[in-house]
């Protein structure tokens, strides 16, 4: 009888390890992180000039306009960063991202004729044609980073729950690092493309 007593207690426990095990994996993800977005503000900043026609503007343009990533003039220029903060949950040894929050600051510099109101209205048409392509160049940068910032919110919302916080921390860390750097590569390659650099 003593036999079947220690056997049923072992038994027990047995169970009651398979139970506290099946708690752990049932642990029900954040509902924050499904709503995840990046938060994104875009500044536009302008660079005055005067110029009696757009060729004289061109001219000032290639001396006082934004220097790119190259060191070269450019008639504009977008420059960009991406900042994360975690907040994590614990549930005994384990460790989750909870909640999460991805910043995306953008400023974007271009040129302001500051009397075209004086110029032909054929200079002023083309002065409005060019300075809309250049502005749907720069945007093309935010749309760049902002997929940079969707690759760090797919990596956050797959991050495992089986290590520690710290740990946790710096491998997305790691990870929003090499997707910037990507970023910044790709837009180098997207400015030699367009060729809108002075040299």
């Given at each position: 009888m003593k036999y079947l007593s220690l056997l049923s207690l072992f038994c027990c426990a047995i169970s009651l390890?398979?139970?506290?095990a099946h708690a752990a994996t049932q642990w029900q993800a954040s509902g924050k992180?499904?709503?995840?977005?990046?938060?994104?503000?875009?500044?536009?900043?302008f660079?005055?000039?005067?110029?009696?026609?757009?060729?004289?503007?061109?001219?000032k343009i290639r001396i006082v306009g934004p220097a790119g990533q190259t060191g070269n003039k450019a008639a504009g220029k977008a420059s960009y960063s991406?900042?994360?903060?975690?907040?994590?949950?614990?549930?005994?040894?384990?460790?989750?991202?909870?909640?999460?929050?991805?910043?995306?600051?953008?400023?974007?510099?271009?040129?302001r004729w500051l009397n075209?109101?004086?110029?032909?209205?054929?200079?002023?048409?083309?002065?409005?044609?060019?300075?809309?392509?250049l502005l749907d160049h720069e945007s093309g940068h935010k749309d760049i980073v902002l997929k940079a910032?969707?690759?760090?919110?797919?990596?956050?919302?797959?991050?495992?729950?089986?290590?520690?916080?710290?740990?946790?921390?710096?491998?997305?860390?790691?990870?929003?690092?090499?997707?910037l750097a990507q970023a910044q590569a790709e837009s180098a390659n997207y400015d030699k493309r367009m060729?809108?650099?002075?040299?």
């Open positions: 390890g398979l139970n506290s992180l499904d709503r995840l977005t990046p938060n994104v503000n875009v500044n536009f900043k660079y005055d000039l005067e110029a009696k026609n757009m060729y004289e503007l061109f001219q991406m900042n994360w903060q975690l907040s994590f949950e614990k549930n005994g040894a384990q460790c989750r991202v909870g909640d999460a929050a991805v910043d995306i600051e953008i400023d974007i510099v271009v040129p075209v109101d004086s110029q032909s209205e054929q200079s002023q048409a083309h002065w409005q044609t060019y300075l809309g392509a910032a969707d690759k760090l919110i797919d990596n956050i919302k797959s991050s495992p729950v089986n290590k520690g916080c710290g740990q946790l921390q710096r491998q997305i860390d790691k990870t929003g690092h090499q997707f060729k809108l650099s002075f040299k």
